[in-house]
Nanobody, 119 residues
Framework: QVQLVESGGGLVQAGGSLRLSCAAS????????LGWYRRAPGKQRELVTV???????NYADSVKGRFTISGDVAKNTVYLQMNSLKPEDTAVYYC?????????????WGRGTQVTVSS
């Protein structure tokens, strides 16, 4: 089992910044990657960004140049720096861990943290 706890959400005006944090605990040695997803009202959950154990990062096109993922999978922490926030970034943001069990990879999720961007 892996537990994920997010923090750092809140209300911010358009153009502002927020920083989210995620801490993993439990069987963290099995974590391959940590990342952030979000679910906006009325929409499906979507990938925001991910960082692998080797440090490779990937971003959704909608956040490239504005959001930065940092942290260390080996240290079980990941951060999401969000700059130039837009109202369309409003969503519940979820920390995600991809965890290996034998030949399978399972997803673990945090409870989510609300980010609201006002116009």
């Amino acid at each position: 089992q892996v537990q994920l706890v997010e923090s750092g959400g809140g209300l911010v005006q358009a153009g502002g910044s927020l920083r989210l944090s995620c801490a993993a605990s439990g069987n963290t040695f099995r974590i391959n990657a940590l990342g952030w997803y979000r679910r906006a009202p009325g929409k499906q959950r979507e990938l925001v960004t991910v960082i692998t154990g080797g440090g490779t990062t990937n971003y959704a096109d909608s956040v490239k140049g504005r959001f930065t993922i940092s942290g260390d999978v080996a240290k079980n922490t990941v951060y999401l720096q969000m700059n130039s926030l837009k109202p369309e970034d409003t969503a519940v943001y979820y920390c995600n861990a991809k965890v290996s069990f034998g030949s399978s990879v399972l997803d673990y999720w945090g409870r989510g943290t609300q980010v609201t961007v006002s116009s």
